[in-house]
């Protein structure tokens, strides 16, 4: 293990530390922090309101006036819209949410040790290619995948892939697993790639002069080296797939989709409800928001990343 | 290290476990949803339908049908989908067919149909539209000779509404001709010595489509469904002389500073104000007439009349409605209407497409609680329909005699829709109505 680069950025480090820890940093800093979560605050504050006050005046006079209900929660809670109700699509939204945030990253580290550690002819062509994927946006995949997924694959007469179903409008996850899978792995691919690579190649060697196998190092080497970057990619990844209702809604039924699904109907057909999302995104906002409390020690770190390298 | 071990194996284990369980609920029912099951099974059959309406909208109609799907052995699953109209096209051309799919416009429909996916309707099902619908409503199902969808509910735009108390006031009635309703607004005129008529055009990027509304139902009314058909197709020009006496005539309501805009201000008050607040004027008593669909009766719920009410819409009450009396002579209706379309040849599909066309599903739907539906199916009991403002729109749906059309501008390709929207926009602000015929007619070359 060399000195040099770990004590380089040791020293950048220190010196942004400094700057960024001077009174007037820190205070501008709380003051942006606070105008940023105004609205939150005041979706918040709404989401409490009784709907007569919602709809007629601003959630900022709730503190001249102040009238707290529950009822908005209550109403959302009993919501219900084509046959399902919000803890249902709760319980979808994970369901969904989880591996396609896992598989990506499971793939996409495989992929990424691949390309920055094995020595293999067009490898940085094969980077740039998986990369330059992300330029295709989701919308066009979504009729070719579509086909996929209900007419399968057959190849010279031999049917490889039966597909899932004849009718998209039963059930199944697995359309959406694979789909946010394919659509996230070239950015998963180019982060992770780029933690991979910042790994000093002294290290591989001396792991490689032990005697250990590409196995080896990428399980106990790289694995843990990469740990911030897969956190802060796993949440980027989780709220992507969390909020997500287009591709939800074209390979789901209704008994199968997200929360962000019962979000959009809460409104009614007419807008008239609009108030009920005040409590529904809240409801909605939990999971990400424990999520993110859970990983932000990482998140930090992971996108810090390659940044003080000097 | 062994820390990092611990939580990648953990997250590895919950992905699996749920790749399992995920993976394994796909199996299971599929075989009751497959398209084509064979006509033998005994299962309960399943169908799918897809439509727009969502949430309470979404649940009134599963309630329509609910005890005829038990009854019957079929359990109906229905999917709401705000953006129907763009996801019906991408599941099409993916193969990803529900059984039933509801439009809620014949124009895309008849799109879909083209596809060549829409089975056409069984001869049991083709009675029953035969029996319970209008030739107009007959036809926009049609394509090649054949006919394949089955007309669903119905809503009906060009009401206008006005205070029963306030004409017993001022001693007039509702009028039965287009000449008595100028005479009306006149004598309102004087009696009021300010504005008799509001209109509110703001819909935010569709701003202008309530005018666009009055004047489809006026040409339908003046010059009847062959010109409007052909209008609608583009044959029949704005700049011709059907459409252009259609906009002299609402001009001289619409334009009129003595007539408008009441409650809101001068004529180019129109474009600003928003569709749904005429209902805070007509309930305040600023306003008298104003003309918009039945749907403005949930608007009078938030009102509030001059003593400080909620207004009573009722015959005897603080606000009613009558349908745009006739230009001439033929009672006519502008307005929509969901068609259900079947994509799937089973037998256990084409009995719920049956029953969709039955005078029992009309009964059904517009009995369902708290819903506010109509049905142009001649087979209802429009009796059992409660409401009285939605049981005379019915009667004039359901009546042989009337002409129905759906409203032109969304039946037009969207250029011209929205030419026509700013063109109704600019004509309000002043525009010569010329000027306004050609600009509009000149969208048609950019179809």
Known sequence: MTITPIAKSARVAKRSHRTLSSPWATAGAIILAAIWTVPTLGLFVSSFRPAADITTSGWWTFFAHPAVTAQNYVQTWNFVSSGITVSQTLLNSLTITLPAALFPIMLALLIAYAIAWMDFRGRHVLFVAIFALQIVPLQMLLVPLLKLYTGGVTLFGVQVFPGFAANSLGSGFAQVWITHTMSALPLATFMLHNALASIPGEVMEAAQIDGAGHGQIFLRLALPLAVPTIASYAIFQFLWVWNDLLVATIFTSGQNAPITKILADLSGVKGQDWYLLTAGTFLAVIIPLLVFFALQRFFVRGLLAGATKG | ?447
């Open chain 2, 1 to 447: 290290m062994a820390k990092h071990y611990g939580i990648l194996g953990l997250a590895g284990a919950t992905a699996l476990a749920l790749a399992l369980a995920g993976c394994s609920t796909p199996t299971t029912s599929n075989t009751a949803g497959t398209t084509g099951a064979p006509a033998t099974t005994s299962a309960p059959a399943t169908v799918t339908i897809y439509g727009t309406p969502t949430g309470d909208e979404g649940n009134q109609w599963e309630a329509s049908w609910k005890s005829w799907a038990a009854a019957n052995n079929i359990t109906i699953q229905y999917t709401g989908d705000r953006d129907f109209t763009t996801n019906i096209s991408t599941k099409i051309q993916g193969n990803a067919l529900p059984d039933i799919a509801v439009f809620p416009q014949p124009g895309l429909m008849q799109a879909v149909i083209g596809t060549g996916k829409v089975q056409a309707l069984d001869a049991t099902t083709l009675a029953e539209v035969t029996k319970n619908f209008s030739a107009d409503w007959q036809k926009y199902g049609t394509a090649n000779g054949k006919q394949y969808a089955v007309p669903l509910d119905a809503s009906a735009k060009g009401y206008i509404w006005y205070s029963p108390a306030a004409f017993k006031t001022w001693g007039v009635t509702v009028p039965t001709t287009w000449d008595d309703l100028m005479t009306l607004t006149a004598t309102i005129q004087s009696k009021v010595g300010g504005p008799v008529w509001c209109a509110g055009f703001n819909s935010g990027d569709a701003t202008g489509w309530p005018g666009t509304d009055q004047l489809a139902e006026y040409v339908l009314s003046a010059s009847g469904g062959d010109v409007y058909d052909k209008w609608v197709a583009g044959d029949v020009k704005f700049t011709d002389q059907p459409i252009a006496d259609a906009f002299t005539a609402l001009g001289k309501i619409l334009l009129d500073p003595r007539y408008v805009n009441a409650g809101f201000g001068d004529v180019a008050s129109i474009n600003s104000t928003p569709f749904g607040d005429v209902a805070n004027a007509l309930a305040g008593g600023q306003c008298a007439l104003t003309n918009q669909a039945t749907f403005l009766q949930a608007s009078f719920a938030t009102a509030k009349t001059a003593a400080g009410t909620t207004p009573k819409v009722a015959q005897d009450g603080d606000i009613w409605a009558f349908m745009m009396p006739p230009v001439a002579g033929k009672a006519s209706v502008v307005g929509g209407g969901d068609f259900a379309v079947a994509f799937t040849d089973s037998p256990a599909v084409q009995k719920v497409m049956a029953y969709l066309a039955s005078g029992d599903y009309a009964n059904s739907l517009i009995t369902v609680p708290g819903a506010t539906f109509i049905t142009a199916n001649q087979g209802v009991d429009v009796t059992k329909q409660a409401d009285p403002l939605l049981a005379s729109a019915m009667k004039t749906l359901v009546d042989p005699a009337t002409a129905f059309r759906f409203g032109a501008g969304d039946a037009m390709p969207s250029v011209v829709q929205q030419a026509w929207w700013k063109g109704t926009v600019d004509w309000i602000n002043g525009t010569d109505q010329t000027t306004v015929l050609n600009q509009i007619q000149s969208a048609w070359a950019d179809v």
